[in-house]
T-cell receptor
Framework: NAGVTQTPKFQVLKTGQSMTLQCAQD?????MYWYRQDPGMGLRLIYY???????DKGEVPNGYNVSRLNKREFSLRLESAAPSQTSVYFC?????????????FGPGTRLTVL | KNEVEQSPQNLTAQEGEFITINCSYS?????LHWLQQHPGGGIVSLFM???GKKKHGRLIATINIQEKHSSLHITASHPRDSAVYIC?????????????FGRGTQLTVWP
């Protein structure tokens, strides 16, 4: 099993460009998450999806859109990149039901917006 | 004020020392997680607990629900334990699995 995979690993954009970060998991998890990590700020939730077909905003959703394409895939789109979106992005997944379970994280995407 | 606070922010230890990282939270929770972020950036889950104590090898995690406090202990620390340790909580009453994170503790263990 590959776990949670993310592409690309690194990306440099110019202000105003758009891009989509891809995430896939092969653990049959129902919940998926996108986080950003900035120095001194810790991990912050951008969007999450509790099940296929549903998405909800997290703490810092402005400037982002998401798509839960199917149970396996959850993509994050930056429509018009800004320097403030320079960050490391992590996708994660978990099984969420009656009991809580651990989250599994992808390797991260390091994004620089010039 | 962050709902999840960790201390210390930075910790330096000599190989073999006993290490404690603390986590306090200000909201009702259903579960607390300890995560490890390696120098290369990958994040892995170490523990998930809602009461008492758990142990994996040299790592021990405890939680006191009444005091809203958890500790992560590392016995006989080793340079390979050098990493960022992150505390996170599932809020009580939520079934959506969202985590709320502390800002992490950078641990460096010298040989």
């Amino acid at each position: 099993n590959a776990g949670v995979t993310q592409t690309p690993k690194f990306q440099v954009l110019k202000t105003g460009q758009s891009m989509t970060l891809q995430c896939a998991q092969d653990m049959n998890h129902n919940s998926m998450y996108w986080y950003r990590q900035d120095p001194g700020m810790g991990l912050r939730l951008i969007y999450y999806s509790a099940s296929e077909g549903t998405t909800d905003k997290g703490e810092v959703p402005n400037g982002y859109n998401v798509s839960r394409l199917n149970k396996r895939e959850f993509s994050l789109r930056l429509e018009s990149a800004a320097p403030s979106q320079t960050s490391v992005y992590f996708c994660a997944s978990s099984y969420t039901g009656v009991a809580y379970n651990e989250q599994f994280f992808g390797p991260g995407t390091r994004l620089t917006v010039l | 004020k962050n709902e999840v606070e960790q201390s210390p922010q930075n910790l330096t230890a000599q190989e073999g020392e006993f290490i404690t990282i603390n986590c306090s939270y200000s909201v009702g929770i259903s579960a607390l997680h300890w995560l490890q972020q390696h120098p290369g950036g990958g994040i892995v889950s170490l523990f998930m607990l809602s009461s008492g104590k758990k142990k994996h090898g040299r790592l021990i995690a405890t939680i006191n629900i009444q005091e809203k406090h958890s500790s992560l202990h590392i016995t006989a620390s080793h340079p390979r334990d050098s990493a960022v340790y992150i505390c996170a909580v599932n809020r009580g009453g939520s079934t959506l699995g969202r985590l709320y994170f502390g800002r992490g503790t950078q641990l460096t263990v010298w040989p």
